[in-house]
């Protein structure tokens, strides 16, 4: 897995690209990312299945902000992001993964 930040002088805000790779993702046939950036909605942001196998997804998040998130695979499979800034706990026992800009 892997999360590349990119950040300009002139925009407020960072684009941050989520990628789930082939290996874990090779049978999934929908992937979301989804987090404090968009209330958790577990519909709104689908990955685009790249030609390589990989899952990935781009957004625009505001600078100087921490954002918890998490991946959903096919509806049933929660994932953390392995190079995640941070892990936080979570109300269901377990971590969400965190991403600062």
Known sequence: MSLKKQYTLTKPFC???FKLPKDLSNY???VVVTGDFNNWDVESIKMKKLKSGEFTATLDLDKGKEYQFKYL?????WLNETEADKYVPNEF???NSVVIV
């Open 73 to 77: 695979v096919d509806g049933r499979v």
């Open 93 to 95: 026992q377990s971590e």
């Open 15 to 17: 684009k941050v690209t």
């Open 28 to 30: 999934a046939n929908q």
